[in-house]
Protein backbone atom coordinates (compact mmCIF):
# COMPACT_ATOMS: atom_id res chain seq x y z
CA UNK A 1 0.00 0.00 0.00
CA UNK A 2 1.48 3.09 -1.16
CA UNK A 3 0.65 6.28 1.05
CA UNK A 4 0.69 9.70 0.18
CA UNK A 5 -2.03 12.47 0.44
CA UNK A 6 -2.74 15.08 -1.54
CA UNK A 7 -4.46 17.90 1.13
CA UNK A 8 -4.17 21.02 -1.08
CA UNK A 9 -7.42 22.55 -2.15
CA UNK A 10 -5.81 24.92 -4.65
CA UNK A 11 -4.89 22.20 -6.42
CA UNK A 12 -8.12 20.14 -6.69
CA UNK A 13 -9.46 23.07 -9.57
CA UNK A 14 -6.14 22.43 -11.35
CA UNK A 15 -6.39 18.42 -11.69
CA UNK A 16 -5.56 16.53 -14.84
CA UNK A 17 -8.60 16.48 -17.09
CA UNK A 18 -9.52 13.07 -18.98
CA UNK A 19 -7.24 13.60 -21.80
CA UNK A 20 -4.41 13.37 -19.31
CA UNK A 21 -5.03 9.55 -18.73
CA UNK A 22 -4.66 6.81 -21.20
CA UNK A 23 -7.32 4.63 -22.44
CA UNK A 24 -7.08 1.37 -23.84
CA UNK A 25 -8.20 1.62 -27.39
CA UNK A 26 -10.69 -1.35 -27.47
CA UNK A 27 -12.32 -1.30 -23.52
CA UNK A 28 -11.78 2.05 -22.89
CA UNK A 29 -9.97 1.37 -19.11
CA UNK A 30 -7.33 3.95 -18.11
CA UNK A 31 -4.60 1.58 -18.80
CA UNK A 32 -0.69 2.83 -18.21
CA UNK A 33 2.19 0.93 -19.83
CA UNK A 34 5.91 1.26 -20.35
CA UNK A 35 8.50 -0.52 -21.81
CA UNK A 36 12.30 0.19 -20.22
CA UNK A 37 15.22 -0.87 -20.87
CA UNK A 38 17.58 -1.95 -17.82
CA UNK A 39 20.73 -4.15 -17.23
CA UNK A 40 20.12 -7.05 -16.09
CA UNK A 41 19.33 -10.83 -16.61
CA UNK A 42 15.21 -11.93 -16.60
CA UNK A 43 15.75 -13.12 -13.45
CA UNK A 44 17.43 -10.14 -11.86
CA UNK A 45 14.83 -7.87 -12.61
CA UNK A 46 12.29 -10.62 -11.31
CA UNK A 47 14.36 -10.20 -8.35
CA UNK A 48 13.85 -6.39 -7.87
CA UNK A 49 10.43 -6.26 -9.27
CA UNK A 50 9.98 -8.97 -6.06
CA UNK A 51 11.75 -6.79 -3.66
CA UNK A 52 9.48 -3.86 -4.63
CA UNK A 53 6.61 -5.42 -4.82
CA UNK A 54 7.24 -6.54 -0.64
CA UNK A 55 8.63 -2.95 0.32
CA UNK A 56 6.06 -1.07 -1.99
CA UNK A 57 2.66 -2.62 -0.67
CA UNK A 58 4.44 -4.57 2.49
CA UNK A 59 1.09 -7.27 2.29
CA UNK A 60 2.20 -10.56 1.44
CA UNK A 61 -1.10 -10.64 -0.31
CA UNK A 62 -0.11 -8.31 -3.38
CA UNK A 63 1.64 -10.72 -5.95
CA UNK A 64 -0.91 -12.56 -7.15
CA UNK A 65 1.47 -14.59 -10.38
CA UNK A 66 4.96 -15.06 -10.26
CA UNK A 67 6.19 -17.28 -13.28
CA UNK A 68 9.79 -17.16 -13.95
CA UNK A 69 9.47 -19.11 -17.13
CA UNK A 70 7.62 -15.95 -18.67
CA UNK A 71 8.86 -13.15 -16.67
CA UNK A 72 5.52 -12.01 -15.59
CA UNK A 73 4.77 -10.72 -12.18
CA UNK A 74 1.29 -9.79 -11.01
CA UNK A 75 0.17 -7.82 -7.99
CA UNK A 76 -3.38 -6.63 -6.86
CA UNK A 77 -2.14 -3.63 -4.82
CA UNK A 78 -3.91 -0.37 -3.97
CA UNK A 79 -3.14 3.19 -2.17
CA UNK A 80 -4.67 5.15 0.53
CA UNK A 81 -6.22 8.63 -0.90
CA UNK A 82 -7.30 11.55 1.09
CA UNK A 83 -10.55 12.81 -0.05
CA UNK A 84 -11.28 16.27 1.46
CA UNK A 85 -14.61 16.25 1.04
CA UNK A 86 -18.21 16.82 3.18
CA UNK A 87 -17.32 14.13 5.38
CA UNK A 88 -13.09 14.08 5.17
CA UNK A 89 -12.23 10.39 5.39
CA UNK A 90 -9.21 7.92 3.88
CA UNK A 91 -10.45 6.05 0.81
CA UNK A 92 -8.42 3.49 -1.23
CA UNK A 93 -7.25 2.78 -5.51
CA UNK A 94 -7.20 -0.40 -5.94
CA UNK A 95 -5.35 -1.45 -9.16
CA UNK A 96 -3.47 -4.24 -11.01
CA UNK A 97 0.46 -4.17 -11.92
CA UNK A 98 1.82 -6.33 -14.43
CA UNK A 99 5.08 -6.88 -15.28
CA UNK A 100 6.74 -9.21 -17.94
CA UNK A 101 10.89 -9.25 -17.31
CA UNK A 102 12.86 -10.08 -20.20
CA UNK A 103 17.21 -9.60 -20.93
CA UNK A 104 18.04 -6.17 -20.55
CA UNK A 105 14.50 -4.76 -19.85
CA UNK A 106 10.82 -5.03 -18.56
CA UNK A 107 6.98 -4.27 -20.08
CA UNK A 108 4.38 -2.90 -17.28
CA UNK A 109 0.99 -2.23 -17.11
CA UNK A 110 -1.50 -0.33 -14.53
CA UNK A 111 -4.80 -1.20 -15.16
CA UNK A 112 -7.83 -1.99 -13.62
CA UNK A 113 -8.24 1.12 -11.30
CA UNK A 114 -11.36 1.31 -8.59
CA UNK A 115 -12.13 3.98 -6.62
CA UNK A 116 -13.86 3.02 -2.88
CA UNK A 117 -14.37 3.69 0.76
CA UNK A 118 -11.17 2.53 2.48
CA UNK A 119 -12.40 -0.74 4.08
CA UNK A 120 -13.69 -2.08 0.33
CA UNK A 121 -12.08 -3.16 -2.72
CA UNK A 122 -13.33 -2.18 -6.09
CA UNK A 123 -14.51 -5.93 -6.46
CA UNK A 124 -17.86 -5.07 -3.52
CA UNK A 125 -20.39 -3.00 -3.87
CA UNK A 126 -18.45 -0.39 -1.84
CA UNK A 127 -15.77 0.87 -5.14
CA UNK A 128 -16.61 2.06 -8.54
CA UNK A 129 -14.69 1.98 -11.80
CA UNK A 130 -12.35 4.82 -11.74
CA UNK A 131 -13.43 5.72 -15.31
CA UNK A 132 -16.84 6.66 -14.02
CA UNK A 133 -14.95 9.70 -11.81
CA UNK A 134 -12.79 10.47 -14.80
CA UNK A 135 -14.69 10.50 -18.02
CA UNK A 136 -18.43 10.43 -16.91
CA UNK A 137 -19.26 11.97 -13.14
CA UNK A 138 -20.64 15.43 -14.13
CA UNK A 139 -23.54 17.68 -13.15
CA UNK A 140 -24.93 19.76 -14.95
CA UNK A 141 -21.96 19.62 -17.40
CA UNK A 142 -19.43 20.08 -14.78
CA UNK A 143 -17.42 17.46 -12.21
CA UNK A 144 -18.32 17.72 -8.63
CA UNK A 145 -15.26 18.82 -6.45
CA UNK A 146 -15.10 15.22 -4.99
CA UNK A 147 -14.97 13.82 -8.52
CA UNK A 148 -11.95 16.29 -8.85
CA UNK A 149 -9.99 15.48 -6.39
CA UNK A 150 -10.53 11.27 -7.29
CA UNK A 151 -9.30 12.38 -10.46
CA UNK A 152 -6.30 14.38 -9.24
CA UNK A 153 -5.37 11.18 -6.50
CA UNK A 154 -5.58 9.02 -9.36
CA UNK A 155 -3.02 10.70 -11.91
CA UNK A 156 -1.07 11.30 -8.46
CA UNK A 157 -0.88 7.61 -7.53
CA UNK A 158 -0.11 6.66 -10.78
CA UNK A 159 2.76 9.08 -11.56
CA UNK A 160 4.05 7.91 -8.49
CA UNK A 161 3.79 4.38 -8.93
CA UNK A 162 5.49 4.01 -12.34
CA UNK A 163 8.52 6.18 -10.72
CA UNK A 164 8.75 4.13 -7.40
CA UNK A 165 9.06 0.82 -10.50
CA UNK A 166 11.61 2.71 -12.69
CA UNK A 167 13.40 3.84 -9.55
CA UNK A 168 13.69 0.16 -8.35
CA UNK A 169 14.32 -2.18 -11.44
CA UNK A 170 17.30 0.31 -12.07
CA UNK A 171 18.93 -0.43 -8.51
CA UNK A 172 21.02 -3.43 -8.59
CA UNK A 173 20.23 -6.12 -6.03
CA UNK A 174 21.79 -5.36 -2.70
CA UNK A 175 21.63 -1.65 -3.06
Known amino acids: MLKKYLNVPGAI ?3 PDASAFPRDSKSGLIRYTGEVSVPGTKSELMGRAQVWFASA ?3 KEVLQVQDPASGALVGKAFSEI ?3 G ?3 TNHRLDYTIQLFCTDGGYRYVISSFGIGAYLGSFGNVTGQPAERFVFETKV ?7 TLQYKTELYRVAQDVQAQLRQAM ?3 AGS
Open 140 to 146: NGKQRPL
Open 57 to 59: FRT
Open 86 to 88: PEP
Open 13 to 15: ALG
Open 170 to 172: SKP
Open 82 to 84: FMN
